[in-house]
């Protein structure tokens, strides 16, 4: 059973420990980013909403979300992309579903049909507007991932926004109306400008940046030479397996895709999607 598990938790209910959030950041100290709750709502923190995340380790965790940074002595802000290339993997978890729901919260904190001041749903995640009754969800942007190959070649690509160096496999939201398969064909089209055929489902990853759900895929070059799209895609080439450039992060869909097929024409055992 995982460290981390998500539930909703009643927040008039007093103990337990909190994490302290402000746009993928998270408060922290030296013994990291769980504090004990109630010390925490004595420090005249401008607290914007709070939300029972679930239990780690068994204990009962929350969330106070911010509506502001909060500078508190022997403590520093970390961001969530910190805790995915540094952090153990249960933490990620528990502060990858966190941002998540306070991203959510503090975006639907009035009704975008008439307005008024939306409230949590007790015993549910959800937020409530009592005015029109409109009832909304924490927020899934469903997306595809695709690693392009060509025999022992993988087509990689880099974004302005990537960390320098970085080469990463081709990703895009679907659309309304649209396939995720669909999705593949058009993206890979689009960004670089080549066909794609024989797509094989590879696995899916919840990407808190903020809400995405990733669908991985592993597609087939088809035909088209590399076009790259403009103010999308800075880079982009075939790269053999034996001579690849700097990679996503391990814990990423992304890598996983690579790392697969790489084990795959070297004969040697698949990795498995980190969870």
């Not at 004595?42 to 929350?62: R, T």
């Not at 961001?79 to 995915?84: A, E, G, P």
């Not at 697969?260 to 024409?265: G, K, N, P, Q």
Request: hydrophobic letters at 40%; one cysteine or more.
């Amino acid at each position: 059973m995982s460290v981390w598990q998500p539930s909703v938790l009643d927040a008039a209910q007093p103990g337990g420990w909190a994490v302290v959030h402000f746009k993928q950041h998270f408060l922290s100290d030296s013994n990291g980013v769980l504090f004990p709750r109630e010390w925490l709502k004595k420090q005249d923190l401008p607290i914007l909403a709070e939300h029972g995340l679930g239990h780690f380790a068994g204990d009962m965790v929350y969330l106070l979300e911010l509506g502001q940074t909060f500078d508190m002595p022997g403590c520093n802000w970390q961001s969530l992309r910190q805790f995915l290339l540094h952090g153990d993997a249960d933490t990620f978890r528990l502060l990858s579903y966190a941002t998540q729901i306070g991203t959510w919260a503090s975006h639907h904190r009035f009704c975008g049909s008439c307005g008024s001041a939306m409230q949590p749903v007790h015993g549910e995640r959800a937020m409530h507007c009592a005015q029109c009754e409109l009832r909304l969800y924490p927020r899934l942007s469903p997306s595809m991932i695709v690693l392009v190959t060509r025999g022992d070649e993988v087509l990689l690509a880099r974004s302005p926004r990537f960390v320098p160096g970085v080469y990463s496999t081709l990703a895009g939201f679907v659309e309304a109306g649209e396939s995720v398969e669909h999705c593949v064909v058009r993206e890979v089209r689009e960004e670089v400008g080549v066909e794609v055929h024989n797509l094989q489902y590879m696995g899916s990853q919840g990407w808190p940046f903020p809400h995405s759900l990733m669908l991985g895929f592993h597609a087939e070059y088809a035909s088209g030479d590399i076009v790259m799209q403009v103010d999308e895609i800075e880079d982009a080439g075939w790269f053999n397996v034996h001579d690849l450039p700097p990679l996503p992060a391990t814990r990423s869909i992304a890598r996983h895709l690579i790392d697969v097929y790489v084990a795959r024409r070297l004969g040697q055992p698949e990795p498995v999607l980190p969870s």
